[in-house]
């Protein structure tokens, strides 16, 4: 994924920043619980096509990226 093209997208339900997750090819948004998938080297960012995180999922990610 594309440093830059992650820096500019933002998730389209919240308006949040996304993590990108390279073992599931997923751009993820704690704040909306939802993580977008990633084909053929695009990003999907349809709500209808991204999958639900659980509230244990978002808030183990919330913890990884928190800042120090």
Known sequence: ???RLLEILVCP???GPLIFDQDRA???SIS???AYP???NIPV???EEAR???EDEAEAL???HQPA
Do not use: F, H, N
Request: hydrophobic share 40%.
């Open 62 to 64: 919330r913890q990884q």
């Open 38 to 40: 990633i084909r053929d």
């Open 32 to 34: 909306g619980r939802l």
């Open 26 to 28: 997923e751009l993820i």
């Open 13 to 15: 339900l919240t308006k």
């Open 52 to 54: 639900a995180l659980s």
């Open 45 to 47: 960012m349809l709500e």
């Open 1 to 3: 994924m594309d440093k």
